[in-house]
């Protein structure tokens, strides 16, 4: 491509003006980038079920998909006399990452929404994950996404608070060097969502098909400013969110 600068048409002027309302794209990782909900949501029930919670497969994903399992001890305790400790979630980790690395998939068209992302915020994106920051990287190493982000993956683990506070949003868009009110969230859950809203982030909301997909009202409810059900929706919805912006 020449560096020549070319004239401007009234097309151009709309995407200059359009690519100026956002800076940067922070993506939440589990069921945004990554399939790995069913496969970390069943080897928790199989545990749970070790404890004595005969737990269905619909309330084990209504309850802890979206939530830091060490934030969630109090209704395992309640349903289990156990109370959960580090050693007992080295255990599920140990379980879960096994099965990942057997089953996981990306999402589809997740790795060319990122590519454009990539490109259209010149390298300003960043993974935002609630998840411990080893799985984080474990899964986008196994599904070709890591090169695409580097060392911009960070874990609400490691911040003072987990999602849905917005700890974890605010120190990712510190890193990619933006104010959080010029970021887009890409999320799928209602605890996410509200993480990137309250970090004052425009939410674009996740909800494909499937048993752990989160209602697209629930997360209209939760701020998301639009939502959407394929990835490959993406990056034409940063065209139309930029424009709607103003």
Request: hydrophobic share 45%.
């Amino acid at each position: 491509m020449s560096d020549t600068p070319q004239p401007i048409t009234t097309a151009d002027t709309t995407m200059e003006a359009a690519g100026t309302s956002f800076d940067g794209v922070l993506f939440d990782c589990d069921g945004v980038l990554v399939d790995s909900e069913l496969i970390t949501n069943g080897v928790l029930r199989e545990m749970l079920h070790e404890l004595g919670w005969a737990i269905s497969a619909e309330d084990c994903i209504r309850l802890f998909i979206g939530r830091a399992l060490k934030d969630e001890w109090e209704p395992i305790l309640e349903r289990t006399g156990f109370r959960i400790t580090d050693d007992w979630i080295a255990r599920f980790r140990e379980r879960r990452d096994e099965r990942l690395r057997a089953e996981l998939t990306p999402i589809p068209g997740a790795r060319e929404a990122v590519a454009a992302a990539n490109a259209r915020f010149g390298g300003r994106i960043a993974v935002a994950t609630g998840a411990d920051l080893a799985k984080a990287r474990m899964q986008l190493e196994l599904t070709g996404l890591a090169p695409l982000f580097g060392d911009r993956v960070l874990s609400g683990m490691d911040q003072p608070r987990s999602k849905p506070a917005p700890d974890v949003y605010l120190a990712a868009a510190a890193t990619i060097g933006i104010d959080p009110a010029r970021a887009i969230v890409v999320e799928d859950t209602v605890s996410g969502t509200t993480a990137g809203v309250a970090a004052g982030a425009t939410v674009l909301g996740f909800s494909p098909d499937g048993p752990t997909r989160t209602a697209p009202e629930a997360l209209r409810a939760a701020g998301a400013a639009a939502v959407f059900s394929r990835m490959d929706e993406l990056p034409a919805l940063f065209e139309t969110i930029a424009i709607a912006r103003g």
